[in-house]
């Protein structure tokens, strides 16, 4: 699925949930979506226009701010259906942290531990941010509730995964430390 396809996906998700204005939705994909999906918000405006344009959207009164809200249409159901019927396409993964790792020989142990304890600290927080979602949800009625909770379930584990693993990556880090002080030069066993 093209990156516009996903964007549209993202857009016309979001308002069907609810009616919203461009910059509710905005929030809505940064603050309830954020968790594993994000969009440039370059893009939200333009997918908006574009959807009004082939009848998946349309504009509702504007607020007291003057901005207008937008809702999805029945036809615009049917697109967003079609859309998340598509295959999803993987894309590469972009992680900075294990690009370093990778060359961790260039960097040393101590610097490579202060990655992984951020990448920790990280997942913690995470856990801790799904805690808050999952208790939001759990509060709610409706048909996507058991879906919204797949997707924390999916985080959760993910956060976990990265935390065992980070206490893995910290006891090698340590072996390494132990390894190199044992062979620096002017060291006798």
């Not at 879906?147 to 935390?163: D, K």
Request: glycine letters at 8%; hydrophobic letters at 40%.
């Amino acid at each position: 699925m093209a990156r516009a396809s996903q964007t549209e996906v993202a857009v016309l998700g979001g308002l069907s949930v609810q009616p919203m204005t461009g910059y509710a939705l905005r929030e809505a994909i940064r603050d309830v979506l954020g968790h594993f999906w994000s969009e440039s918000y370059g893009q939200i405006y333009p997918t908006l226009a574009n959807l009004e344009r082939e009848g998946f959207v349309r504009k509702q009164d504007a607020t007291r701010t003057g901005a207008s809200t937008f809702a999805i249409t029945p036809s615009g159901v049917r697109r967003l259906e079609e859309l998340l019927a598509q295959p999803v396409q993987a894309t590469p993964p972009r992680n900075g942290m294990l690009l370093r790792l990778y060359f961790g020989r260039h960097l040393g142990p101590a610097a490579c531990r202060t990655l992984v304890q951020a990448a920790l600290t990280e997942a913690q927080d995470a856990l801790k941010r799904y805690a808050e979602i999952r208790a939001e949800i759990e509060g709610q009625d409706g048909e996507d509730r058991a879906y919204w909770l797949l997707t924390v379930s999916a985080g959760e584990h993910s956060a976990r995964a990265t935390q065992a693993w980070a206490h893995d990556a910290l006891s090698t880090l340590a072996e390494l430390d132990d390894d190199r002080a044992r062979t620096r030069p002017g060291r006798t066993s």
